[in-house]
């Protein structure tokens, strides 16, 4: 959970970098969101499957994580 606290706020932080690199560009404000956004944008199916692949990566690992939490506690 940690490492997906670290990379959220390692691409936030770069959003925001490059945002405010391109307000001191004077590029316009319409624009830029547009321009950031597009590389986002998901649109093939292997694209998606492997997004997906990989978010229930995590939640299946958060949960195993939350379950032995759990067992350990309640055998002490």
Do not use: R, W
Not at 13 to 33: A, R
Not at 38 to 51: A, C, Q, R, S
Not at 67 to 72: F, H
């Amino acid at each position: 959970m940690k490492v997906f606290f670290v990379i959220l706020l390692l691409s936030a932080g770069m959003f925001v970098l490059i945002i405010s690199l391109d307000l001191l560009m004077h590029y316009p404000l319409s624009g830029i969101l547009n321009k950031e956004l597009i590389p986002f944008k998901v649109t093939e199916e292997v694209e998606i499957t492997t997004l997906i692949m990989f978010g229930l990566y995590f939640i299946v690992k958060a949960v195993i994580g939350i379950v032995k939490k759990k067992l350990q506690k309640s055998s002490t």
